[in-house]
């Protein structure tokens, strides 16, 4: 079973950075590909950066520029450092985890992220 735990979550005024942290529990971090998703109340879960196991990496359009994702495979670790934050990306900030080949995908608790003046 793969665990998946969020951090780094918080508040920020407006134009200020957070980074997000989620570490994995799996023996093989290195066979997962990663990913970001965020849910504002109301909405959807919009997929918002992923990274593949080659270290590919794609965004959401309304966040290039101001997103990375990165991962560091011997601490198990996939981040996602936000700068120049907006008052709309406040929403819950959700790791996901999909092993390469297969189907089964792992979700964390998600981390709060307010962005508010």
């Known amino acids: 079973q793969v665990q998946l735990a969020e951090s780094g979550g918080g508040s920020v005024q407006p134009g200020g950075s957070l980074r997000l942290s989620c570490v994995a529990s799996v023996s093989i971090f290195s066979r997962f590909a990663m990913a970001w998703y965020r849910q504002a109340p109301g909405k959807q879960r919009d997929l918002v950066a992923f990274?593949?196991?080659?270290?590919?990496?794609n965004y959401e359009e309304s966040v290039k520029g101001r997103f990375t994702i990165s991962r560091d495979n011997a601490k198990k670790t996939v981040y996602l450092q936000m700068n120049s934050l907006k008052p709309e990306d406040t929403a819950v900030y959700y790791c996901?985890?999909?092993?390469?080949?297969?189907?089964?995908?792992?979700w964390g608790q998600g981390t709060q992220v307010t962005v508010s003046s």
């Open positions: 990274i593949s196991i080659f270290g590919l990496t």
């Open positions: 996901k985890a999909v092993v390469t080949g297969g189907t089964d995908e792992y």
